[in-house]
């Protein structure tokens, strides 16, 4: 996992297959406006860009995924993300190969990250990640999530 801000991405530089996820937020000021699936590179790299009210920790679930890296980036407002190793955790709902995702029950203890706007984590597929939950305020979330095919 990876968290920074987004002026500091170039530091990552030496992640190749992150490079056109990162010039595609930068240059983007207005992304966060829309909403759906933004095409960068076909399926291999793609932007889902989301609006939502932060829920309550207690209606999260951990989810993970095999073939693609999640860039988490908040364009305004601020979610708590939780992390915690996938290979630690049970499996609650099975590995869906065609939609890439697993789900997980949250463990008695897991990383809780604050991600405000201009923030940014990578979560690789050994990263169970639990977004969308309420960090200080219930005010709407502007969120960008790049897929990064890795797997």
């Given at each position: 996992?990876?968290l920074?801000?987004?002026?500091?991405?170039?530091?990552?530089?030496?992640?190749?297959?992150?490079?056109e996820?990162?010039?595609?937020?930068?240059?983007?000021?207005?992304?966060?406006?829309?909403?759906?699936?933004?095409?960068?590179?076909g399926?291999?790299?793609?932007?889902?860009?989301?609006?939502?009210?932060?829920?309550?920790?207690?209606?999260?679930?951990?989810e993970?995924h095999?073939?693609?890296?999640d860039?988490?980036?908040?364009c305004?407002?601020?979610?708590?993300?939780?992390c915690?190793?996938?290979?630690?955790?049970?499996?609650?709902?099975?590995?869906?190969?065609?939609k890439?995702?697993?789900?997980?029950?949250?463990p008695?203890?897991?990383?809780?990250?604050?991600?405000?706007?201009?923030?940014f984590?990578?979560?690789?597929?050994?990263?169970?990640?639990?977004?969308g939950c309420?960090?200080?305020?219930?005010?709407q979330v502007?969120?960008?999530?790049?897929?990064?095919?890795?797997?």
């Amino acid at each position: 996992m990876i968290l920074d801000i987004l002026t500091n991405w170039r530091r990552y530089s030496a992640l190749a297959e992150l490079r056109e996820a990162f010039e595609f937020l930068e240059g983007q000021t207005e992304v966060c406006l829309g909403s759906g699936r933004v095409d960068i590179a076909g399926d291999r790299v793609y932007a889902l860009v989301q609006a939502f009210t932060p829920k309550p920790i207690e209606e999260a679930r951990f989810e993970s995924h095999r073939r693609y890296a999640d860039i988490h980036f908040v364009c305004q407002g601020a979610e708590m993300l939780g992390c915690a190793p996938v290979g630690e955790l049970a499996v609650e709902t099975p590995y869906d190969a065609e939609k890439d995702v697993a789900f997980h029950p949250k463990p008695k203890t897991f990383t809780q990250i604050a991600l405000r706007k201009g923030h940014f984590a990578v979560c690789y597929p050994e990263d169970a990640h639990m977004p969308g939950c309420l960090l200080d305020s219930n005010d709407q979330v502007m969120k960008v999530v790049v897929k990064v095919r890795v797997g």
